[in-house]
T-cell receptor, first 107, second 112 residues
Framework: AQRVTQPEKLLSVFKGAPVELKCNYS??????LFWYVQYSRQRLQLLLR??SRESIKGFTADLNKGETSFHLKKPFAQEEDSAMYYC?????????FGTGTSLTVIP | DGGITQSPKYLFRKEGQNVTLSCEQN?????MYWYRQDPGQGLRLIYY???????QKGDIAEGYSVSREKKESFPLTVTSAQKNPTAFYLC???????????FGSGTRLTVV
């Protein structure tokens, strides 16, 4: 069963435009959700965790349990945001990853 | 460099051969994981270990084997039974799930 869904494989936005990367999850327990980012030629790295309610590089993500979503948002996209983004669900023993969204910010 | 090291970076294997991918961490993390990353499929869990001398199968364990004799090391063997081994393999470790993973830089395995 698909536990994490990222409906957009590719997403392009213009520099300075708002960006939203969608993530929906399926889990009956209390979810722990994360966003990971992979820049070109770099290793996959943690971007943010829902429990910390932090903003990293201008990105935020709010857990919506009613809609089972954890969308990643940034009000003004920058060229350096171009990367592959993965949403991940922690279930106690392991993480389940979405298929990823490749974000391109057009100058 | 990140505290978790995968080697080699590139690996070529002939069909019918077993090959072992190395993953070492100096982060004192209890849990370690192996994922396979294929285009369009995201990351899929192969095996994980939450403590030394113990490991569990993930979603796609067939054709793979692991060992966890030391806290720092979690090698993955891709056996000849794995039907489609060409992929990018990622190792990760974690101090606790609420903190997320630290990933290695990956090993790209190609069967020739």
């Amino acid at each position: 069963a698909q536990r994490v869904t990222q409906p957009e494989k590719l997403l392009s936005v213009f520099k300075g435009a708002p960006v939203e990367l969608k993530c929906n999850y399926s889990y009956s327990g209390s979810p722990e959700l994360f966003w990971y980012v992979q820049y070109s030629r770099q290793r996959l790295q943690l971007l943010l965790r829902h429990i910390s309610r932090e903003s990293i590089k201008g990105f935020t993500a709010d857990l919506n349990k009613g809609e089972t979503s954890f969308h990643l948002k940034k009000p003004f996209a920058q060229e350096e945001d171009s990367a592959m983004y993965y949403c991940a669900l922690g279930t106690g023993n392991q993480f389940y990853f979405g298929t990823g969204t490749s974000l391109t910010v057009i100058p | 460099d990140g505290g978790i090291t995968q080697s080699p970076k590139y690996l070529f294997r002939k069909e019918g051969q077993n090959v072992t991918l190395s993953c070492e961490q100096n982060l004192n993390h209890d849990a370690m994981y192996w994922y396979r990353q294929d285009p369009g499929q995201g990351l899929r869990l192969i095996y994980y270990s939450q403590i030394v001398n113990d490991f569990q199968k993930g979603d796609i364990a067939e054709g793979y084997s692991v060992s966890r004799e030391k806290k720092e090391s979690f090698p993955l063997t891709v056996t000849s039974a794995q039907k489609n081994p060409t992929a990018f393999y990622l190792c990760a470790s974690s101090i606790g799930q609420q903190w997320g993973y630290t990933f290695g830089s990956g090993t790209r395995l190609t069967v020739v």
